[in-house]
């Protein structure tokens, strides 16, 4: 066994551990116990520094004002979270559940969100939010741009497109979301997209992702291990968000971000609820700090998403504001994805993504 093979699987492992180890692990029958009790808000939601700062924000400034204490059931794999959230649903255990917008269509599916209530009066923050994510379900608390990211001490060419990863002189210094990460998928569809075709070509995807598998990538299994393959130089160029790439830079490492000529991808996050939890109001009441401008902008500071609320700016330096603003030139090259097709195809693509990845 190599010593880069090695520090792979050090970093995959790692940022598994660093994710256990962040999360707080409830067991089913916490859960019952806990959502027997009126004065709780159950939540699934993922792990790691996410978790850790939405206990120490979002849920601190909740209990401060309702006196109602949060309980996480947490997990990086959305689809794991929605199937036990769906069994949770007669028996009301969880209330509310956070994932990426992609997940969201695949929760609406499984028909195991409430719709948000938008007339609340406890939404106070609601008039300023991007309408873009407003949505029945849920609405969205920040969101990213994700493209290319490559190390100036490892790359001699600057990037301009995504196609510039199947370079053979990056063999094995390339690093991508395996299928389970939440932007697994997205693999598929760039593939697509450096072959010259639509993203939802998912056969020119599937050919030109072969191709990249042969240069044996470093499959990660989370963000932040993305980023981090790219700070300690285990890889020289691929997949990394806008948001990362900030965290890269408060690090001290050199890693560049740039947007691909055929256009990057847009995610959000966000909280909707259950059906049939029987805390309505907190639910609306917890939704709203999360849409707070100023609990926004020290997220975009601390962790570099950016804000859904419109009056972010008020609450953050010029600088740290201009590094996590998106240009509208910017804006114009995400590659809008439908989530809704992308659901109802990705049980055929992931069993093409293993045979065609053969992990």
Known sequence: MTKDLDRRQMLTLSAATLAAGAASVVLPGAVRSASAQSQQLVVSDFGGDWATWNKQNIDAQFTEKTKVPVLHDTGSDNAARIAKAKLGIPRSEYDLICLADSFFARAEAEGILADMNYKSPHLTNLKDVDPRFVTPHYTSFLFNGLGL??????????????????????????????????????????????????????????????????????????????????????????????????????????????????????????????????????????????????????????????????????????????????????????VAIDYVWLNSKRADLTEAWNRVVGR
């Open 149 to 334: 990211g490559y190390n100036p001490k490892m790359v001699k060419k600057v990037p301009t497109s995504w196609a510039d990863m199947w370079n053979p002189e990056y063999k094995g210094k390339i690093v991508l979301p395996a299928v389970t990460h939440s932007f697994g998928l997205h693999v598929i569809l760039l593939s697509a997209l450096a072959a010259g075709k639509d993203y939802k070509d998912t056969q020119a995807g599937l050919d030109n992702l072969k191709r990249l598998a042969d240069l044996e990538p470093i499959w990660t299994v989370d963000s932040q291990a993305n980023a981090r393959s790219l700070f300690q130089e285990d890889a020289a160029i691929g997949w990394l968000g806008r948001a990362e790439w900030i965290q890269v830079q408060n690090w001290g490492g050199a890693t560049k971000f740039v947007m691909p000529s055929e256009g990057g991808f847009f995610t959000s996050w966000g909280f909707g609820p259950i059906k049939n939890t029987k805390n309505a109001d907190l639910i609306e009441d917890y939704v709203n700090i999360t849409l707070d401008p100023k609990l926004q902008a020290a997220n975009a500071k601390k962790l570099g998403f950016h804000p859904t609320n419109t009056r972010w700016k008020e609450f953050i330096d010029e600088e740290t504001a201009r590094k996590i603003s998106w240009t509208p030139e910017e804006e114009k090259r995400f």
